[in-house]
């Protein structure tokens, strides 16, 4: 799979609960769109829209289960029931979160590794910083996603891609980097791709409609 998406573009087809397209059967669409568009994987939410998105493409899916956990601020494949129903759901590779946030019931972040691997899964380490991103290295994920820059407290608040991360990863990693987070122009995708990471990961600026809407009403509004 690292080979397949070298290079490429993969699409983040995703939709929260509280969103109008939040539906396995548009997910699945979503996701031919892409592929039609030239996508070379796809990265999907949940074990119904990953079933979905399987039977109507045939590219390789990176899974996660989001999940909200009272006594954690990780919700990217958080605990071990979420990644064992993603080994169940057939997807290639597992992203889960790699900050240095506590996870739920004091879950260890390298035990889930290695029950990935156990699985015949690749593991994809989400993280915020290049910190967590060495760590991640270490513990033996097979490949890093910048996508939680701004989703910690301690890495950078930024409306742009994270551009000095998306840099240090690829210059610090013998993994493969896959850069992710708010890539929304052409220019900006330009100006990642120069820093060389393994893959791009591109979602709410191609399949989250009503993100894409807001964007430009603000516009107006600042106009006005």
Known sequence: MLETIKGKLIVSVQALENEPLHDPRIMAKMALAAKQGGA??????SVEDIFAIK???DLPIIGLYKKDYKDSDVR????????LALITSGCDMIALDATR?????????????DFIHEHDRLAMADISTLEEAIHAEKLGFDCVSTTLSGYTPYSPQ???????LIESCVGHLSIPVIAE???????????VLSYSPHAVVIGSAITRPRLITEKFVRVFKDMT
């Open 40 to 45: 070379v994987a796809i990265r999907s939410n």
């Open 55 to 57: 039977a109507e493409v």
């Open 76 to 83: 990217i494949t958080p605990t071990k029931k979420e990644v």
């Open 101 to 113: 946030r506590k996870r739920p019931h004091g879950e260890s972040l390298s035990h889930l590794v």
């Open 158 to 164: 930024i409306d742009t891609p994270d551009f000095d």
């Open 181 to 191: 987070g708010r890539i929304s122009e052409v220019s900006e995708l330009r100006r």
